[in-house]
């Protein structure tokens, strides 16, 4: 199988600081990231998808000044979430994908809590 | 507007009998099909996928079944094993540039010993 990692894999900030996380896929090239956000009890929402080398394409509802996707390399997408308030917390998830395939391959996830 | 449904929630099986997980969709242009298992505070881990073509997928003791007709897709376990507990996410996907995928709501699997 691929391997995804993910860090931090938890992480506490402060309202109105900013928060990075990475996505990491450790043994294939990944095209194309995806950043989920999951909520309690609830199913993976997709916010974001993106293509290496190119600007991320966000899901309706997403603000795409918020949460800032950059995918510089075939190996490493972030997510970084900006000025972030209490209900940004919440599980975050990446997955990345070959190109052409249809599966994808998830992390672990990153709790934040925003305090 | 759920295009993925999982209507139960949850499943409880005794080990060693067949699990049967279940989900509809509602767009007949999706054309590929996935099984995910989650466990709490992890990534999904990829299980088992169909494509639109065929109708049955084997991969040991997991199977995936795809009616097309009644748009509803399936995943059998057997024999079930309490390693298997988890929550169970269908996904499915129509293709395109970015292949994303479409989520269900998820089924929590508990397999009791």
């Known amino acids: 199988g691929a391997v995804v990692s993910q860090h931090p894999s938890r992480v506490i900030c402060k309202s109105g600081t900013s928060v990075k996380i990475e996505c990491r896929s450790l043994?294939?090239?990944?095209?194309?990231m995806f950043w989920y956000r999951q909520f309690p009890k609830k199913s993976l929402m997709l916010m974001a998808t993106?293509?290496?080398?190119?600007?991320?394409?966000?899901e309706q509802g997403v603000e795409k000044d918020k949460f800032l996707i950059n995918h510089a390399s075939l190996t490493l997408s972030t997510l970084t979430v900006t000025s972030a308030h209490p209900e940004d917390s919440s599980f975050y998830i990446c997955s990345a994908q070959r190109q052409g395939a249809y599966e994808q391959y998830f992390g672990p996830g990153t709790r934040l809590t925003v305090t | 507007d759920q295009q993925v449904k999982q209507n139960s929630p949850s499943l409880s099986v005794q080990e060693g009998r067949i699990s049967i997980l279940n989900c509809d969709y509602t767009?007949?242009?999706?054309?590929?099909f996935l099984w995910y298992k989650k466990y709490p505070a992890e990534g999904p881990t990829f299980l088992i996928s169909?494509?639109?073509?065929?109708d049955k997928n084997e991969d040991g003791r997991f199977t995936v079944f795809l009616n097309k007709s009644a748009k509803h897709l399936s995943l059998h376990i057997v024999p079930s094993q309490p390693g298997d507990s988890a929550v169970y996410f269908c996904a499915v996907s129509y293709g395109g540039a970015t292949n994303k995928l479409i989520f269900g709501t998820g089924t929590l699997l508990a397999v009791q010993p």
């Open positions: 993106s293509n290496e080398g190119s600007k991320a394409t966000y």
């Open positions: 767009n007949s242009m999706f054309d590929y």
């Open positions: 169909i494509s639109s073509i065929k």
């Open positions: 043994d294939f090239q990944a095209t194309t």
